[in-house]
């Protein structure tokens, strides 16, 4: 494997595990905990799919008349996993985006869909994610998280937003919360299986194939330029402090409700 490629994995393995081991899942036992984690996690699910589309615009051609634009193998990784994350299946065979099967999950659960529904109609009225976010009244978890990926958007830079993409935005959650949201299906799966289900279709669709292409894709952006991989390493390693901080804040949400019954 690329050298730089084990570089970078090796400097963000530290925040990794912090992550996977964060103590935020061990607080989710109840309907109500999961409820309060999916409340703040569905703009994480949303805002993958602008970084996604970044990533879409600078490696394939969006224009007319169309031309050839970068590799082939990245077009297929982009066109394929957009393909995957926008226009999939539900438990009933009805195509969505995975934004929209969570939506889905989160109102067949109960969770409040009340913040994330108002940010999509304030976008469609070109108000700014900014502004947006505001008037929705986000926690300042939930801000800075999605102010760093447009942060990365607006670089500019396909190596950076390939980076975060890559190894900030992978599957991050751990297999004991796959194990709770299983036990908690099998006692209430009227409330519980459709958050399952995009559970199991978002690892099957971010499997080993996609990471081995997504790996490819930042090799090729950053080629030989020692100051591209080193922009791939920050940007990486700020995008999982992020992840770190929307879990620290999560966690409080539910502590406050645990104290608060």
Same mark, same amino acid.
């Given at each position: 494997? @690329?050298?730089?490629?084990?570089? #970078?994995?090796?400097?963000?393995? %530290?925040?990794?595990?912090? #992550?996977?081991?964060?103590?935020?899942?061990?607080?989710?036992?109840?309907?109500?905990?999961?409820?309060?984690?999916?409340?703040?996690?569905?703009?994480?699910?949303?805002?993958?799919?602008?970084?996604?589309?970044?990533?879409?615009?600078?490696?394939?051609?969006?224009? #007319?008349?169309?031309?050839?634009?970068?590799? +082939?193998?990245? =077009?297929?990784? #982009?066109?394929?996993?957009?393909?995957?994350?926008?226009?999939?299946?539900?438990?009933?065979? @009805?195509? !969505?985006?995975?934004?929209?099967?969570?939506?889905? +999950?989160?109102?067949?659960?109960? +969770?409040?869909?009340?913040?994330?529904?108002?940010?999509?109609?304030?976008?469609?009225?070109?108000?700014?994610?900014?502004? &947006?976010?505001?008037?929705?009244?986000?926690?300042?978890?939930?801000?800075?998280?999605?102010?760093?990926?447009?942060?990365?958007? @607006?670089?500019?830079? %396909?190596?950076?937003? &390939?980076?975060?993409?890559?190894?900030? =935005?992978?599957?991050?959650?751990?297999?004991?919360?796959?194990?709770?949201?299983?036990?908690?299906?099998?006692? !209430?799966?009227?409330?519980?299986?459709?958050?399952n289900y995009y559970l199991e279709r978002h690892i099957e669709v971010d499997g080993d194939h996609h990471s081995h292409l997504?790996?490819?894709?930042?090799?090729?952006?950053?080629?030989?330029?020692?100051?591209?991989?080193?922009?791939?390493? +920050?940007?990486?390693?700020?995008?999982?402090?992020? =992840? @770190?901080?929307?879990?620290?804040?999560?966690?409080?949400?539910?502590?406050?409700?645990?104290?608060?019954?």
């Open positions: 494997m @690329n050298p730089n490629i084990l570089k #970078i994995q090796s400097a963000i393995e %530290p925040i990794r595990q912090e #992550i996977t081991s964060h103590s935020v899942y061990k607080y989710i036992h109840e309907l109500e905990d999961l409820q309060l984690f999916m409340q703040d996690h569905v703009f994480a699910v949303w805002d993958f799919m602008s970084l996604l589309k970044g990533l879409q615009r600078h490696l394939t051609c969006v224009d #007319i008349p169309w031309i050839p634009v970068g590799s +082939a193998s990245t =077009r297929f990784l #982009i066109n394929e996993i957009v393909i995957g994350e926008e226009s999939d299946t539900d438990t009933e065979g @009805n195509t !969505m985006s995975h934004f929209e099967l969570y939506l889905k +999950a989160m109102q067949q659960s109960g +969770a409040s869909t009340e913040q994330i529904e108002k940010l999509i109609v304030l976008l469609s009225q070109k108000v700014s994610v900014q502004e &947006a976010l505001t008037q929705v009244q986000v926690s300042e978890s939930v801000r800075q998280f999605v102010d760093f990926t447009f942060e990365v958007i @607006n670089t500019q830079k %396909p190596h950076i937003m &390939a980076a975060v993409f890559t190894f900030g =935005r992978e599957d991050l959650i751990p297999s004991m919360f796959l194990s709770m949201v299983k036990d908690l299906n099998q006692s !209430m799966p009227e409330s519980i299986s459709i958050f997504a790996l490819k894709m930042v090799e090729e952006l950053c080629g030989n330029d020692a100051e591209k991989w080193a922009e791939a390493e +920050a940007y990486s390693l700020r995008s999982l402090e992020v =992840r @770190n901080q929307l879990w620290n804040g999560v966690e409080v949400k539910i502590k406050e409700l645990v104290e608060s019954v």
